[in-house]
């Protein structure tokens, strides 16, 4: 939502609040004491009553903002903040425009709002066809040498899993299907985009971990988790991922000679090598030294406004990015917590 959009809808904390009930209503609450499904509501102490059995419950009970000191608005014009800018946003940067004394309750609301970013999109594999391959992220952690704390750099493995499809198949299926106009503007979308970047597949979903090593054992059940099993899928043939066919329909490794690398990016895993690339320079704008465990929230975020990239700044108020954070704000719970990264923050260069 564009920032002039943001404050007409929501001039105050009392909008948010009346929007964010709306929202809990829309989706369907199920009272914690009777399981029943009618609530009263109380503006004044923003608490749902159970219309059946008088449960009470604060109306961030089950959210992503529940236990939080920070206002509603915070909230909101953070969510709006994290999906309006196509960059990743330093705590620092949102800090300074709430005009918040302290840094940490911000950096754990944009940390909560990442992780939850990953819990809402693994609720969903990916399928069809897809590209996968190991990319390496630079990292730090803080080692304790002979009683003093010193910081360790080094590079972490990232799994990437991007589906894609050859641009010439999809057009095949878009043609046999011209008789519905909509299908020609698809084609004819599609063809510009591939000849503008001048590659030969195209995205649809991504996934990404950030994995303690690259062994075939430690990576094996997220491409299980993450992908469904009638999935054909395209690697590099690096010798982590061979023996991929044990739990995909197919596998078809590529080979990387240092003639053919150019050619077999371009045009059998050009995704995985768009994304990682991405992901890494926009993390690095704002960080010198990620603590290697804030890498998998930034992949969350990545990774979910990537797959909904055609959902940013939407005219209609209810497909709009924004509106898919809300909501997914309403349905999870984070358990990141500041005094577990407490130390990290101080000692190392974070934005
Ligand atoms: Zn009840």
């Known amino acids: 939502m564009l920032l002039k959009d943001f404050f007409n809808r929501f001039p105050d904390d009392e909008s948010c609040i009346d929007y964010f009930k709306d929202v809990r209503l829309s989706l369907g609450m199920i009272c914690p004491k009777c ?48 999906t309006s800018i196509k960059q990743v946003l330093s705590a620092k940067e949102i800090q300074h425009q709430l005009e918040k004394k302290y840094y940490s309750p911000v950096w754990l609301m944009m940390m909560k709002y990442r992780d939850i970013m990953g819990k809402r999109d693994a609720m969903y594999k990916l399928s069809d066809e897809v590209e996968i391959d190991i990319s390496f992220f630079p990292t730090s952690s803080i080692v304790n040498v002979d009683g003093e704390d010193v910081i360790k750099t080094q590079k972490t493995p990232v799994l990437v899993i991007a589906e894609s499809k050859p641009v010439d198949g999809i057009l095949a299926e878009y043609f046999s299907k011209l008789t519905m106009p909509e299908y020609i503007n698809r084609a004819s979308a599609l063809l510009q985009k591939a000849e503008k970047m001048n590659i030969k597949k195209a995205v649809q979903c991504i996934k990404m971990y950030s994995m303690p090593n690259q062994q075939y054992e430690t990576i094996r059940p997220y491409i299980e988790g993450s992908v469904s099993s009638d999935t054909k899928a395209v690697t590099d043939g690096g010798h982590n991922l061979i023996k991929l066919k044990e739990i995909l329909k197919e596998h078809k490794p590529y080979p990387e000679t240092e003639d053919e690398i150019h050619e077999v990016v371009k045009s059998k895993l050009p995704w995985v090598h768009i994304i990682t690339g991405e992901c890494r320079s926009g993390i690095e704008a704002i960080h010198k030294d990620i603590d290697e465990r804030f890498l998998q929230p930034y992949l969350n975020e990545y990774c979910w406004k990537f797959n909904r990239r055609f959902f940013r700044d939407c005219k209609k108020d209810k497909y709009d990015l924004f509106d898919h954070l809300i909501r997914t704000a309403a349905q999870y719970t984070s358990d990141i917590k500041w005094r577990d990264y407490e130390k990290a923050i101080n000692s190392l260069n974070v934005y």
Not at 57 to 82: I, R
Request: proline content about 4%; aromatic content about 20%; some cysteine.
């Open 35 to 82: 399981s029943r499904t009618n609530f009263k509501w109380y503006k004044g102490s923003r608490i749902f009553q159970c219309a059946t059995c008088g449960y009470r419950f604060p109306l961030t009970k089950g959210t992503v903002m529940e236990k939080s000191h920070l206002p509603m608005y915070d909230w909101f014009f953070t969510a709006n903040m994290m």
